[in-house]
């Protein structure tokens, strides 16, 4: 999988537990087992984002080269 497509797919991802802890919150306590696992579970996927942006900064394209097209 390129980078591209794995942080479209890390996004929607993000984007989904986000709501769920949105809907979530407003019911259940802060420290509700679903509520720490939804949280670590977006923890987990923002620091693979952050960690894929990071490394694909790091790790430009050859000189003349062109990125990977989706």
């Known amino acids: 999988m390129n980078d591209k497509s794995e ?6 991802k993000i984007e989904s537990i986000k709501i769920k802890l949105y809907k979530l919150i ?8 679903e509520v720490i696992e939804l949280s670590q579970l977006l ?4 620091t693979k984002y ?4 990071k490394n694909s ?14």
């Open 7 to 12: 942080l479209r797919e890390l996004l929607q």
């Open 26 to 33: 407003p019911k259940k306590d802060l420290l509700d087992p």
């Open 43 to 46: 923890d987990k996927f923002l």
């Open 50 to 53: 952050y960690e894929i942006m």
């Open 57 to 70: 900064k790091e790790n430009p394209p050859p000189e003349g080269g062109h990125p990977e097209k989706d």
